[in-house]
């Protein structure tokens, strides 16, 4: 069975930093791609970062620069590390795994940036 499981979503202030992970477990880890989307209420889910199974990233233009992709293939592990955080951040995040026609998600984890 597979299961993608977000963690580290909180309340944090404007201009603070959360970092996100994403445990896998079911899959081939190593060759998939991973990435984290998001979706703030009445808007569409978008894609926030990608990192292919090589380690090449790629990000939405609103986060270049604050937010950083990464993943840990031993522990299959993907995280998101968000600094500088701004309140139009502020959404549910999703993990997602894709390989070929495999497309995977976990439940969502979520992040609110207020003061």
């Known amino acids: 069975q597979v299961q993608l499981v977000e963690s580290g979503g909180s309340l944090v202030q404007p201009g603070g930093s959360l970092r996100l992970s994403c445990a896998a477990s079911g899959i081939s880890f190593s060759v998939y791609a991973m990435a984290w989307y998001r979706q703030a209420p009445g808007k569409q889910r978008e894609l926030v970062a990608l990192?292919?199974?090589?380690?090449?990233?790629n990000y939405a233009d609103s986060v270049k620069g604050r937010f950083t992709v990464s993943r840990d293939n031993a522990k299959n592990t993907v995280y998101l590390q968000m600094n500088g955080l701004k309140p139009e951040d502020t959404a549910v995040y999703y993990c997602n795994a894709r390989w070929v026609t495999l497309d995977y998600w976990g439940q969502g984890t979520q992040v609110t940036v207020s003061s």
């Open positions: 990192i292919t199974r090589t380690g090449s990233t």
